[in-house]
């Protein structure tokens, strides 16, 4: 699994200017299960794609089976022909396909914030996660 091409310094530069224009994602997404709210997909395509265009970049995003394990590939293609890709893989699902879809749109939306540098406003996951008092300066120290 190759992560980038041969050369990357055209694409680099452009990510640096990319990263300098970008803006933080909405947080305009409900999940009703953990009634939380999150970035969606448009919300992070939003603060990235203007950017990402106007300095030479496409993303393309493609469901892959690699030695039978699914995974979100996730590739930056610039101009010049140089490119970066990440893979992420797919959770296990109930095989519907509200399933599928739900386990594509978050790998599209994670993985086009991380390589992109999208800060992601999120409390989705905190939401979700067991609610426990905060930690004493005692509890962290582990001496």
């Not at 959770?91 to 540098?117: F, I, K, P, Q, V």
């Not at 996660?129 to 001496?143: A, F, G, H, Q, S």
């Amino acid at each position: 699994m190759e992560l980038q091409s041969a050369e990357i310094n055209e694409i680099a530069a452009a990510m640096v200017k990319v990263q300098g224009e970008i803006k933080r994602s909405a947080l305009d997404g409900l999940n009703p299960d953990f009634d939380s709210s999150y970035s969606s997909l448009g919300s992070v395509w939003d603060a990235c794609h203007e950017a990402l265009q106007k300095n030479g970049i496409a993303v393309i995003q493609q469901a892959t089976p690699i030695d039978g394990i699914s995974y979100l590939v996730c590739t930056f293609l610039h101009t010049s022909g140089q490119w970066i890709r990440g893979f992420y893989q797919f959770t296990e699902t109930d095989n519907t396909a509200w399933s599928y879809g739900s386990n594509m749109s978050y790998l599209r939306r994670y993985s086009l914030a991380a390589m992109a540098g999208v800060i992601v406003a999120d409390d989705d996951g905190k939401a979700a996660m067991p609610k426990t008092e905060k930690p004493t300066l005692e509890d962290e120290i582990p001496w």
